[in-house]
């Protein structure tokens, strides 16, 4: 063995140590050392994808001139320069060259557009063109619909997972939960067959009769508009008891329970009721700060908060509001972001894409750095940080050996630049290339 390769299995093995154990550890070691099994013959469900940089995960230095085996779906192993690359195997030229991370979930869309008006029977062609525009081109492996018509988002669901549509996993609230009589008044345009379809329960039992129905029909999770703005600044805020009701039947299920906040004491209400996630930071109020002693709380108990900035600006120019309210709302909402982060909450990544019909999330991004979170730490909130709050770590959130090869291809490095999270050459899901940008090659 050459002293660069023991250099640099030293170096891989340490990372490996640290981020994924004595196990994982070993696999590299072999790997180096030329002592792991006989190279296998080609095959189509084996292949090598290479890339200038690689982030196993935000919170290890990246890999140089790295390299990942994609075997069945699943990652089978990772190099760097240092560790020869494997032999006899295809390689992907269209995916390579450029910086690999884990795949993004967006935390907040909603499958609610008309072009995905009966996907149980529409071509696959166009619902898989919706979904390149709307996700996959940016890097999304994994989405959380926060409300729509469950019926048609787990047949999209079902089509996607046939592999009959190239697309993300969806997971879904389904039909979100409303205080009694209190639509919001941004929701009251809508068609009366939707308004019937919408739950505003009187008692916790309708509650929950409700979300089994919902959990029957596919639900991955509940969605709470704790408290909605009528209009003449009057605010309908749900009853704690329902509240409290509806956490405990999807914490049963070993479900998460998400909140549309509004504002501060919607917060309060929230977390007071045991909800895992806050969907929105907040703008509807004539306090937006967020106390110490609220983010302290929420901290506390564990709820993450998916900060959707760029929502608030669209929604903002949409009401065509002065320039200097834009401003200090949006600062406001900035300011909310970064007390809550630096107070160590966990923030996942999120847009409210679906809602708001600008697909493109680059301004997110820069909203979020201007916040004053670091790259590393968006790159956690697309990545390992849902997985946690999902469960899911054991399968994805990361780049290493026996995780699902869900991984995206950025054509720049976005420690550089936030903008190059959305500059993406590759999305691949299961070890399946799901979008190429053409583009880029």
Known sequence: MTSRSANGMKRLTSAAVLAFGVASALTFALTAAGCSQRPKPPS?????????????????????NAWVVIADGKIQDVGDADVAKPTNIRTHDECSGGVITAGFQNS????????????????AAELENFMTAMLTRFGFTTVVDTGSDIALTTALRQRIEN????????????????????????????SPQILQMLAQPATPEAAVEHLRKNFARGADAVKLFVATPQGGGEIKRMPPDIMTAAVVEAHKRGRPAMAHPTDPQGIADAVAAG????????????????????????VAN???????LKLWRYELDKAQAPENVRAELMAASQQQLKSFSDAGGQVLFGTDVGYMTDFDPTDEYVLMAAAGLTPMQI??????????????????????????ADLVVLNGDPAADVRHFSDVKCTIRGGREIFVNASSN
């Open 379 to 404: 790159l956690a909130s697309l990545t390992t940080a849902p997985a946690e709050r999902w469960s899911a770590s054991a399968r994805r959130g990361g780049v290493r050996a026996g995780l699902d």
């Open 44 to 64: 189509e469900d084996r292949w090598l994808l290479t890339g200038t940089k690689l982030y196993v995960a935000p919170d290890i230095p990246p890999l140089e």
């Open 163 to 190: 592999a009959d549509v190239k697309g993300p996993a969806i997971l879904t609230a389904g039909i979100p939960v409303y205080p009694h009589d209190g639509l919001p008044i941004y929701l009251r345009h809508l």
């Open 302 to 308: 564990n709820v993450a908060v998916v900060p959707t």
């Open 108 to 123: 907040h869309v909603h499958l609610l557009h008309p072009a995905l008006s009966d996907p149980a029977t529409q071509p």
């Open 275 to 298: 909800v895992d996630i806050l969907v929105h930071t907040t703008i509807d109020s004539p306090e937006p700060v967020w106390s110490a002693e609220l983010i302290g709380r929420m």
